[in-house]
């Protein structure tokens, strides 16, 4: 069974913090691994991910892929009020279960003045 | 504007009583899927599709039922809901399933 979990569940910090998500899978045929921000609404898209060690950067936020390893990070640096959200991470397969998307339970993050 | 919508918003509805939740996009996108969300368990895959007529099961399909007879629509049929089906659901769709979904604005689905 494919399988996506995300650590910590939950992260309280004060503006200018530098915070880091993480982000393990277990998936069939593995193809790219997508980060979204959810605030009070539907999900927006940050990032996607296939190739193995090539940090993807957009401001202040990054990430990179370990497929060795399993995993991918998310860093948000000099945080903000703004960067308060849920990051929900998701895994997308191959082979014969291409276009499924399994998604992790999510990351609270808490950023406060 | 490119979009996904989805209707309705909100729902109250009783044990057993068929619904519908449209789905719609106007980006001419061949993957759509459909997501429910519960506190605690992130987004869920209930059932996408790659393209016309072609549907397959996400990692909970019980209960529910999809088509996808024309590109922009993907309803998501429940024929008998149940108060476990209670959730926030939300349509996506993308150009393909390696880029980036576009989701709808989400229905809230209450069963009592």
């Known amino acids: 069974e494919d399988k996506v979990v995300q650590s910590p569940l939950s992260l309280v910090v004060h503006e200018g913090d530098t915070v880091t998500l993480n982000c393990s899978y277990e998936v069939t045929n593995f193809r790219s691994l997508l980060w979204y921000k959810q605030e009070k609404k539907a999900p927006t898209f940050l990032f996607m991910l296939?190739?193995?060690?090539i940090e993807k950067k957009s401001g202040r936020l990054s990430s990179i892929l370990d497929k060795k390893e399993l995993f991918s990070i998310l860093n948000i640096t000099a945080t903000q009020t703004g960067d308060s959200a849920v990051y929900l991470c998701a895994a997308n397969a191959g082979g014969t279960s291409y276009g499924k998307l399994t998604f992790g339970q999510g990351t609270i993050l808490t950023v406060h003045p | 504007e490119a979009q996904v919508t989805q209707n309705p918003r909100y729902l109250i509805t009783v044990t057993g009583k068929k619904l519908t939740v449209t789905c719609s996009q106007n980006m001419n996108h061949e993957y759509m899927s459909w997501y429910r969300q519960d506190p605690g368990l992130g987004l869920r895959q209930i059932y996408y599709?790659?393209?016309?007529?072609?549907?397959d099961k996400g990692d909970v399909p019980e209960g529910y039922k999809v088509s996808r007879k024309e590109k922009r629509n993907f309803p998501l049929i429940l024929e008998s809901p149940s108060p476990n089906q209670t959730s926030l659901y939300f349509c996506?769709?993308?150009?393909?399933?390696?880029?980036?979904?576009?989701f709808g604005p989400g229905t809230r689905l209450t069963v009592t």
């Open positions: 296939t190739s193995s060690g």
């Open positions: 996506a769709s993308s150009p393909s399933v390696t880029y980036e979904q576009y």
């Open positions: 599709s790659m393209n016309v007529e072609v549907t």
